[in-house]
Nanobody
């Protein structure tokens, strides 16, 4: 599967932004989808993940209650809705996929397929 993230940009703290991840192929529902981020000078960190059918999700504590991950398998799309972002959410965001529809993991090493990043800047 090939992934392409988009939707990044400049957003004010307390606003909202939706990131999109377009996937190629006809078996998108067989992949668990994840979002990760990397700020300058920091390691890549987990944000959220959703199973292939979209029936289970998991979030990092620092985004729980503010961000929401979802997917549209018919359209081969994944999304990350960022509500009330904070300046510390500023980073390059990546979508990633692992060929294991029922596995819910936050380990970046488990994700084999990665899209290019989309940059998000949250202003205070």
């Amino acid at each position: 599967v090939q992934l392409q993230a988009s939707g990044g940009g400049l957003v004010q703290a307390g606003g909202s932004l939706r990131l999109s991840c377009a996937a190629s192929g006809r078996t998108f529902s067989m992949y668990t989808l994840g979002w990760f981020r990397q700020a300058p000078g920091d390691e890549r960190e987990f944000v959220a993940a959703i199973t292939g059918r979209g029936d289970r999700t998991t979030y990092a504590d620092y985004v729980k209650g503010r961000f929401s991950i979802s997917r549209d398998n018919a359209g081969n799309m994944g999304y990350l809705q960022m509500n009330t972002p904070k300046p510390e959410d500023t980073a390059v965001y990546y979508c990633a996929a692992v060929f294991a529809a029922a596995v819910l993991t936050s380990n970046p090493l488990a994700f084999k397929y990665w899209g290019q990043g989309t940059e998000v800047t949250v202003s205070s």
